[in-house]
């Protein structure tokens, strides 16, 4: 019973230290088990102030059990060491982040344990997907989309990979990369996808009131036709914009404007051959 009662609360993210005979670390007899404070308790002089308390249960309550990392699940073991229920909402709901795609999990996982990983990875056009070996050093969710950012092995450069467009499995291999590596890491993500961004910019006419005006809105530049509003990708993109419908219309790029065209017709003609089926 005593060993199903410290299975359970490693389970539950509870550490347990076990203190053996120094002489022969093997033998447990005579065991003793301890939880460590530094690990499940904050300082002691340390104080929150009501607003603070708020924050901190929210943003315990954000992540998804399956999303969050190891350090996520320490803080909220923390806060909830000071008698706050990370997973009660503080104004009536709470946001809530979690992840579809099955790689995020794997390459979570591996810039925790600094392990470099491999996967199959399909670009747009391209007929079969390509394997890459990559040094993972950051997950960011940029325009709704998650991204893994880090160092190609084979390339070795910097590169951002969007893991809907992951094929299959991602592989954490047992070779490790230096852990300086994913200092400042987010940062560099996040201002590479913004540079690109900002090399791209479509001209877009937005239907007012509609949804697309509210989501659109928030990254687009008024202009005297329309809207100028920054992407990173055309093909994700096309996707974003198709899902408006007739709310949103594309005056420029050109190869934007096909793509939303080409996606919109497809959608029509798999309609249509249904109707007549």
């Not at 088990?33 to 309550?61: M, N, T």
């Not at 160092?151 to 893991?163: H, K, M, S, Y």
């Not at 990173?232 to 899902?243: C, L, M, Q, R």
Request: proline content about 5%; glycine content about 8%; some cysteine.
């Amino acid at each position: 019973m005593f060993e199903r009662d410290k299975d359970e609360l490693r389970t539950l993210g509870v550490p347990i230290e076990t203190i053996g005979d120094s002489s022969d670390p093997n033998d447990l007899r005579e065991a003793r088990y301890r939880i460590p404070k530094a690990e499940y308790d904050l300082p002691a002089d340390l104080e929150f102030s009501a607003a603070e308390l708020a924050v901190l249960r929210l943003a315990g309550s954000v992540w998804s059990a399956e999303s969050s990392s190891a350090d996520a699940q320490a803080g909220v073991r923390k806060i909830r060491a000071l008698g706050i229920d990370g997973d009660e909402p503080i104004i009536g709901f709470a946001p809530r982040i979690t992840t579809r795609e099955e790689s995020f999990a794997p390459l979570q996982n591996a810039i925790e344990t600094c392990r470099i990983v491999t996967f199959e990875y399909l670009k747009p056009g391209e007929q079969s997907p390509r394997r890459r070996q990559m040094e993972p050093l950051a997950l960011l969710d940029y325009e709704a989309r998650w991204h893994v950012y880090g160092i190609d092995v084979d390339a070795d450069d910097e590169r951002t990979f969007l893991l809907s467009r992951i094929i299959g499995a991602v592989t954490v291999t047992k070779k490790t990369f230096d852990p300086g590596l994913r200092d400042g890491a987010g940062d560099r993500a996040l201002a590479g996808l913004e540079a690109v961004a900002a090399r791209n910019t479509a001209l877009l006419e937005i239907t007012p009131g509609t949804e697309a005006a509210l989501r659109l809105g928030r990254r687009a530049t008024a202009e005297v036709q329309g809207f100028s509003v920054p992407f990173v990708d055309v093909h994700i993109f096309a996707d974003e914009i198709a899902s408006y419908g007739p709310e949103v219309r594309v005056v420029e790029p050109e190869l934007l404007r096909d793509a939303v065209v080409a996606r919109l017709t497809a959608i029509v003609a798999t309609h249509s051959g249904g109707a007549e089926s």
